[in-house]
């Protein structure tokens, strides 16, 4: 499995080799090697699935074939978008890939049920600090 973005998200994801040493829930959390391989092999990825996926050959030996590389082509267009792309060779040769320029957009309702996925029910979901100023611009 390859995932190729800009060269600032792999950085910032810890570079080529991220996500292989031991994972904890906090590091798989960050890796998307883990996250691509307990899609491929469950369909889904939630806070409640972290312990079960952890424990599970099959999705750590994914992980461990995953690589992070970095796509020039991506870097050039990044932060104005967010290519990404990931292509799995199969046992027999053959590729498939998908790619996107930016993330799908998203309404407050798809947001609010991803959200419900994802967050743990029993943890708060108010934003707990208060920061002064205006956040910046996003460039483009």
Same mark, same amino acid.
């Given at each position: 499995?390859?995932?190729?973005?800009?060269?600032?998200?792999? +950085?910032?994801?810890?570079?080529?080799?991220?996500?292989?040493?031991?994972? %904890?829930?906090?590091?798989?959390?960050?890796? &998307?090697?883990?996250?691509?391989?307990?899609?491929?092999?469950?369909?889904?990825?939630?806070?409640?699935?972290?312990?079960?996926?952890?424990?599970? &050959?099959?999705?750590?030996?994914? %992980?461990? $074939?995953? *690589?992070?590389? +970095?796509?020039?082509? $991506?870097?050039?267009?990044?932060?104005? +978008?967010? &290519?990404?792309?990931?292509?799995?060779?199969? +046992?027999?040769?053959?590729?498939?890939?998908?790619?996107?320029?930016?993330?799908? &957009? *998203?309404?407050?309702?798809?947001?609010?049920?991803?959200l419900a996925?994802?967050?743990?029910? %029993?943890?708060?979901? $108010?934003?707990?600090?208060?920061?002064?100023?205006?956040?910046?611009?996003f460039p483009g």
């Amino acid at each position: 499995i390859e995932i190729a973005l800009a060269r600032q998200p792999v +950085e910032m994801l810890g570079g080529a080799s991220a996500g292989h040493a031991a994972l %904890n829930r906090e590091t798989a959390d960050h890796s &998307p090697g883990f996250a691509i391989a307990a899609i491929l092999l469950t369909g889904r990825l939630s806070h409640a699935d972290y312990d079960t996926l952890l424990a599970d &050959p099959r999705v750590l030996g994914l %992980n461990d $074939a995953t *690589t992070l590389v +970095e796509d020039p082509e $991506a870097t050039k267009h990044y932060p104005r +978008e967010f &290519p990404a792309r990931v292509t799995l060779t199969l +046992e027999g040769g053959a590729t498939l890939s998908a790619s996107q320029r930016r993330p799908r &957009p *998203t309404d407050a309702q798809g947001f609010a049920a991803k959200l419900a996925q994802l967050w743990p029910s %029993n943890r708060a979901r $108010a934003w707990p600090w208060q920061l002064p100023g205006k956040a910046p611009a996003f460039p483009g």
